[in-house]
């Protein structure tokens, strides 16, 4: 096979001037075309864009948070109330999350006994027969004791051993129980460490003094390296709105992106902020939806009997997640791609030779000019001794 360069030279040799003129110059375009798109792709997207130069490594990352904020509720049922960052944040702490609660539903003072279950088509009932002792019903809130008794005025329903009042979760307050929540603040501390390269940082920046800290909120304009973040801006930078997320509760991500090149200086790896909400909100699929739990407080009075309060807490759970690479010079994989991209150039004599025998008008012009066929020389030597014995 004749390359593309000594093509040329067969076409001199042995064609017109005119048509090797014409045709050379079509064929020797096409081969630095070629030549020039690998080394574009190469320099450019190699070297500049994937910094193919550098060793890389995947962040190692720890976090805690704090949660601050205070909030006021006045209730006929509790009258007024202070709830602090013992009452809302639910645990206190967790691994790479925080919840706060939002929204609320409150069933005091119940205790282990005897009363109506709520009302549906499982537990309504007009006799005593339409209850079945003993059955548990996969919803329900206790032991059916096979009495039918009455709920309110107009409807009956099954008796049921649990603990009682049993909790009516109908009607979700809205707005949210805890609607102030939105001016809650959370400190994000994260430290992150590439092994690969023994770096560490954290991103309470060395520049950030406690002077700042106490005054300073998240803001991507004004304050982009501020660790602390109000929550109703966190769930407005994800395009949502933080009153109606209270309401039903959700889960939302703060990410942290940890990008470092550190063939720079360490002042530059710096951490990237974003949000976004994690469970979907669509208006097509309302079922369960949001992010809620039950716990209860027990209490036990004089007389050693025990009670508790069941609560349902609505929130916004807060997921950190931190991500990142980090990339420094390294001559093994700078070599590697070096060696590949000189390899790609031979590429372009296998390419200019397709374009010009599959693609081009007078490809079987240039087939029949690139390929000679002979005889078989060792063949014919045979055949002539043969004939001489």
């Given at each position: 096979m004749v390359s593309c360069g000594a093509f040329h030279s067969f076409l001199f040799e042995y064609d017109t001037p005119r048509i090797v003129l014409i045709r050379s110059r079509k064929v020797g375009?096409?081969?630095?075309?070629?030549?020039?798109?690998?080394?574009?792709y190469v320099i450019g997207w190699v070297f500049v864009w994937e910094k193919g130069y550098q060793e890389t490594d995947s962040v190692v990352s720890s976090v805690t948070t704090k949660v601050k904020g205070v909030t006021l509720?006045?209730?006929?049922?509790?009258?007024?109330?202070?709830w602090d960052v013992a009452d809302y944040v639910i645990p206190p702490q967790e691994e790479n999350t925080v919840f706060v609660m939002t929204n609320v539903i409150l069933?005091?003072?119940?205790?282990?006994?005897?009363?109506?279950?709520?009302?549906?088509?499982?537990?309504?009932?007009?006799?005593?027969?339409?209850?079945?002792?003993?059955y548990i019903s996969t919803h329900g809130n206790g032991i059916q004791?096979?009495?039918?008794?009455?709920?309110?005025?107009?409807?009956?329903?099954?008796?049921?051993?649990?603990?009682?009042?049993?909790?009516?979760?109908?009607?979700?307050?809205?707005?949210?129980?805890?609607?102030?929540?939105?001016?809650?603040?959370?400190?994000?501390?994260?430290?992150i460490w590439y092994p690969k390269f023994n770096f560490s940082k954290r991103n309470i920046l060395p520049t950030i003094n406690s002077t700042y800290l106490k005054n300073c909120i998240y803001d991507?304009?004004?304050?982009?390296?501020?660790?602390?973040?109000?929550?109703?801006?966190?769930?407005e930078a994800a395009g949502q709105n933080f009153q109606e997320m209270a309401v039903e509760g959700g889960v939302m991500a703060l990410q942290i992106n940890w990008d470092c090149n550190l063939d720079r200086a360490a002042s530059h790896c710096v951490p990237k902020y974003s949000f976004r909400r994690l469970?979907?909100?669509?208006?097509?699929?309302?079922?369960?939806?949001?992010?809620?739990?039950?716990?209860?407080?027990?209490?036990?009075?004089?007389?050693?009997?025990?009670?508790?309060?069941?609560?349902?807490a609505y929130g916004i759970r807060f997921d950190i997640i931190v991500f990142g690479k980090a990339g420094k010079f390294d001559v093994i994989p700078t070599m590697i791609n070096i060696g590949s991209g000189l390899a790609l150039f031979g590429v372009a004599t296998v390419l200019c030779d397709i374009v010009v025998l599959y693609c081009m008008k007078k490809k079987y012009y240039y087939r029949e000019k690139k390929y000679k066929y002979v005889e078989d020389y060792e063949l014919g030597v045979s055949e002539t001794d043969g004939t001489n014995s």
């Amino acid at each position: 096979m004749v390359s593309c360069g000594a093509f040329h030279s067969f076409l001199f040799e042995y064609d017109t001037p005119r048509i090797v003129l014409i045709r050379s110059r079509k064929v020797g375009l096409i081969n630095r075309g070629v030549q020039l798109a690998i080394l574009a792709y190469v320099i450019g997207w190699v070297f500049v864009w994937e910094k193919g130069y550098q060793e890389t490594d995947s962040v190692v990352s720890s976090v805690t948070t704090k949660v601050k904020g205070v909030t006021l509720t006045n209730t006929s049922t509790l009258g007024a109330r202070i709830w602090d960052v013992a009452d809302y944040v639910i645990p206190p702490q967790e691994e790479n999350t925080v919840f706060v609660m939002t929204n609320v539903i409150l069933t005091l003072n119940q205790r282990q006994g005897h009363c109506p279950e709520l009302p549906d088509d499982k537990t309504e009932c007009k006799v005593k027969k339409d209850c079945v002792p003993g059955y548990i019903s996969t919803h329900g809130n206790g032991i059916q004791t096979g009495e039918c008794v009455p709920y309110n005025s107009s409807v009956k329903t099954c008796e049921v051993f649990a603990w009682c009042p049993v909790e009516d979760d109908y009607h979700i307050p809205k707005p949210a129980f805890l609607q102030e929540s939105e001016n809650f603040t959370i400190l994000v501390k994260n430290n992150i460490w590439y092994p690969k390269f023994n770096f560490s940082k954290r991103n309470i920046l060395p520049t950030i003094n406690s002077t700042y800290l106490k005054n300073c909120i998240y803001d991507s304009q004004t304050d982009p390296f501020c660790p602390i973040f109000r929550l109703g801006k966190i769930v407005e930078a994800a395009g949502q709105n933080f009153q109606e997320m209270a309401v039903e509760g959700g889960v939302m991500a703060l990410q942290i992106n940890w990008d470092c090149n550190l063939d720079r200086a360490a002042s530059h790896c710096v951490p990237k902020y974003s949000f976004r909400r994690l469970d979907n909100k669509d208006s097509a699929h309302t079922v369960s939806p949001g992010y809620n739990f039950r716990f209860a407080k027990y209490y036990k009075d004089s007389n050693d009997t025990e009670s508790r309060t069941l609560v349902k807490a609505y929130g916004i759970r807060f997921d950190i997640i931190v991500f990142g690479k980090a990339g420094k010079f390294d001559v093994i994989p700078t070599m590697i791609n070096i060696g590949s991209g000189l390899a790609l150039f031979g590429v372009a004599t296998v390419l200019c030779d397709i374009v010009v025998l599959y693609c081009m008008k007078k490809k079987y012009y240039y087939r029949e000019k690139k390929y000679k066929y002979v005889e078989d020389y060792e063949l014919g030597v045979s055949e002539t001794d043969g004939t001489n014995s």
